[in-house]
């Protein structure tokens, strides 16, 4: 009954800045943390970023400095703002949560989203 939209994905050009979007949607929730993860071609699902129910965040060496993870919890929405993208950045990003449903019961479950494509290029 939960689902992990995700939005924001696209091409730009090397320099250029994206805004991901992640909504936890169908019921009511406690997000206990919330992560982007990618994926390029031939590579390992990577850890990108993380932000705690508590908000504390920790990122990738990788993207340090650049990118920026954030949270609405009235929206159950965690956000990823790219910033200064580098051709290497592109990938499938991958929304996660763990969270609680609320109109199912009190345990905690792992959601991920279905991707969105970042492509960095000229």
């Known amino acids: 009954q939960v689902q992990l939209v995700e939005s924001g994905g696209g091409l730009v050009q090397p320099g250029g800045s994206l805004r991901l979007s992640c909504a936890a949607s169908g019921s009511i929730l406690t997000i206990y943390s919330m992560a982007w993860y990618r994926q390029a071609p031939g590579k390992q699902r990577e850890l990108v970023a993380i932000?705690?129910?508590?908000?504390?965040?920790n990122y990738a060496d990788s993207v340090k400095g650049r990118f920026t993870i954030s949270r609405d919890n009235a929206k159950n929405t965690v956000y990823l703002q790219m910033n200064s993208l580098k051709p290497e950045d592109t990938a499938v990003y991958y929304c996660?949560?763990?969270?609680?449903?609320?109109?199912?019961?009190?345990?905690?479950?792992?959601?991920w989203g279905q991707g969105t494509q970042v492509t960095v290029s000229s």
């Open positions: 932000i705690t129910g508590g908000g504390s965040t």
């Open positions: 996660n949560a763990d969270l609680v449903n609320h109109r199912v019961g009190p345990a905690s479950y792992n959601y």
